[in-house]
């Protein structure tokens, strides 16, 4: 069974920085897209970054040039810096992964249990 362990988030004052990260486990034959969404109270999930396993990187609007994505292909790890923190960036962030566990069959999509970030003084 596969899994993805969030860790990193915590409470940060405006301006700010913290490192989230996300570790998949178990059978893991390859993975492919990987991504940090985030849910706000009150609002949708939305897609905050997305790095493909050749490492092309896109970003939302609201966070290009505070966010950075990335992944340790060895590791099987995924990470998202994100600087100079807004209060609007207070939410819960999830990390997901599309994983192939099995060779007979496709590619599954995963999520993390979620990692909560608050920015505020």
């Known amino acids: 069974q596969v899994q993805l362990v969030e860790s990193g988030g915590g409470l940060v004052q405006p301006g700010g920085s913290l490192r989230l990260s996300c570790a998949a486990s178990?059978?893991?034959?390859?993975?492919?897209?990987m991504s940090w969404h985030r849910q706000a109270p009150g609002k949708e999930r939305e897609l905050v970054a997305s790095?493909?396993?050749?490492?092309?990187?896109n970003y939302v609007d609201s966070v290009k040039g505070r966010f950075t994505i990335s992944r340790d292909n060895v590791k099987n790890t995924l990470y998202l810096q994100i600087n100079s923190l807004k209060p609007e960036d207070t939410a819960v962030y999830y990390c997901?992964?599309?994983?192939?566990?099995?060779?007979?069959?496709?590619?599954?999509?995963?999520w993390g249990q979620g990692t909560q970030v608050t920015v505020s003084s």
């Open positions: 790095i493909t396993s050749a490492g092309s990187t």
């Open positions: 997901n992964a599309v994983i192939r566990s099995n060779r007979y069959d496709r590619p599954s999509d995963y």
């Open positions: 178990g059978i893991i034959i390859s993975v492919n897209g």
